[in-house]
């Protein structure tokens, strides 16, 4: 693919083993909610991919108000905005509500849908739609929502990663916002892939070369795991 990143499977484990974000969510059903904390961040990822893949629409949709809670609710400085981030999730479940993406079962569906395009590997096809079919997600959020439907398939692409890593070819505007561009998109399939390819590399490394989670449990790497 020609995608490299110099780092070997030891600075892997311990830039995994630093990552802080953190391991929250919502819990509940799109008319009461409550705010959640995980132990472990495989913990919360379960959790998200158990209410997007979930058959119930309202489910499906609660996991799609969970994912902006969580990517709101701390910002680069470190700092913890549940407040903001509830107001986010709020402000996306109203527009939902008004008609928004075809209201509850038309977001299910957009979500089931970009499910699907995952599980064909057409990776930057999923983040197309979601961004161009639901509130509050543009190509950022929309591949959190990826990351969270499929972890061992998709990773999160952010202005950082963008910035830091330009071997990915994410180009941004003038904010320093990842734009939804084809190319973009293109270039996410290739991001995906590598995260894919690298993480059965560092599991084919052997035990020794495990991540561990903050629950103190050895994990096998999938490719949101590259990516942290």
């Not at 969510?25 to 990822?45: H, K, P, R, Y």
């Not at 209410?51 to 470190?78: C, E, K």
């Not at 999160?156 to 941004?172: E, L, M, T």
């Not at 629950?215 to 795991?225: K, M």
Request: proline share 4%; aromatic share 10%; with cysteine.
């Amino acid at each position: 693919m020609g995608l490299w990143l110099p780092l070997t499977p030891e600075q892997f484990v311990a830039k995994r083993g630093a990552y802080s974000y953190p391991a929250v969510a919502l819990n509940g059903c799109v008319d009461s909610w409550t705010e959640i904390c995980f132990q472990s961040t495989w913990q919360m990822d379960n959790h998200h991919r158990d209410l997007l893949t979930s058959p119930d629409n309202a489910r499906t949709v609660m996991g799609y108000l969970s994912t902006i809670f969580w990517g709101h609710f701390s910002g680069q400085d470190g700092r913890t905005r549940a407040a903001r981030a509830q107001a986010k999730a709020k402000q996306a479940l109203k527009q939902i509500e008004n008609g928004r993406g075809g209201g509850i079962k038309g977001a299910a569906d957009t979500i089931h849908q970009g499910h699907a395009l995952i599980e064909s590997d057409r990776y930057g096809d999923a983040v197309k739609l979601l961004s161009s079919s639901l509130p509050q997600l543009g190509p950022v959020f929309s591949s959190k929502v990826c990351a969270f439907l499929a972890p061992a398939k998709c990773g999160v692409i952010d202005s950082i990663i963008a910035s830091k890593y330009p071997q990915f070819g994410f180009s941004v505007d003038g904010k320093g916002y990842v734009k939804g561009t084809a190319t973009n998109m293109k270039h996410y399939d290739s991001y995906c892939a590598f995260l894919r390819e690298r993480a059965l590399d560092l599991n084919r490394a052997g035990d020794g070369f495990l991540w561990r989670d903050r629950d103190n449990t050895s994990q096998r790497w999938r490719a949101v795991d590259v990516e942290r």
